[in-house]
């Protein structure tokens, strides 16, 4: 019998995590998909390495732009569950009838960087985002901010910095902050404003060096996840949002530099 909701709240997240788990009949021939925004594809997998062990489940990622996956799931994509780069995305979805009411969590707080080439000449500890001014930098990469929360963040900051309109016409974008980021990786970009969770990614650290933009300077990269309506596997995804709150769990976010979630009122 499955515990009332009220009791879910109460249990430690342990045994909640073992609970849900336990109330799921053949779980281990069960499948998970997640759809995941691009800065989490990393953290992600480590996650779901831990979820896996723990539970015999079988987890797939999609991995991409929070607007873009949204978009899919609204056109009825067989998503379980879906962890956004941002708040707004998830709780449109379920204002829109498409993911589960109840059930969206907010789940870490993601730190915006600029990633430049090793041997690039930008002083950002002297100068902060107003050395991308330098005539050395022809391309800033970002992503979209129509669809990306980091592209957004990324243009806030610039606008914070009074630096929005004078670069405008160098920035380039990307689907996801993960395509921002190859941009200078192949050299098509001098800079980019991206994840410091791509920064961190164990054997999949991009050359180079980064520098922390102040997290006052931007909308705070408050990130949710919700379970998508059509999903047959809620019982599966709540146990999946269980175990995020692991001591597991906690320790890989810290690991790819997320910070706990903001609280709400």
Known sequence: MKPKGRTFQRMAPV????VLLAAIPGRAAGELTIAAAADLQFAMRALIQGFERQSGVQVRLVAGSSGNLA???EHGAPFDLFFSADVQHPEQLVRDGAAEPGTLVRYALGRLVVYVPADSPLDFDRRGLAALENTAV??????NPRFAPYGAAAAAALRHAGLYGKLQSRLVLGEDVSQATQFV???NAQAALTSLA???APGAKPPGRYWLVP??????LDQAAVIVKRSGQKQLARAFLAYLET???R????RYGFAPPEKTP
């Not at 022809?138 to 992503?143: G, L, P, Y």
């Not at 997290?215 to 705070?220: A, C, G, R, T, V």
């Not at 320790?251 to 810290?254: A, D, P, V």
Request: cysteine-free; overall charge negative; glycine content about 4%.
């Open 215 to 220: 997290p006052e300077d931007y909308p705070p």
């Open 198 to 200: 791509l920064m961190l």
């Open 138 to 143: 022809r391309k800033i990469a970002i992503a």
């Open 15 to 18: 045994a909640l995590f073992i």
């Open 247 to 249: 001591a597991e769990a």
């Open 185 to 187: 990786v192949s050299g």
């Open 251 to 254: 320790s890989i976010f810290r």
């Open 71 to 73: 978009t899919e799931i």
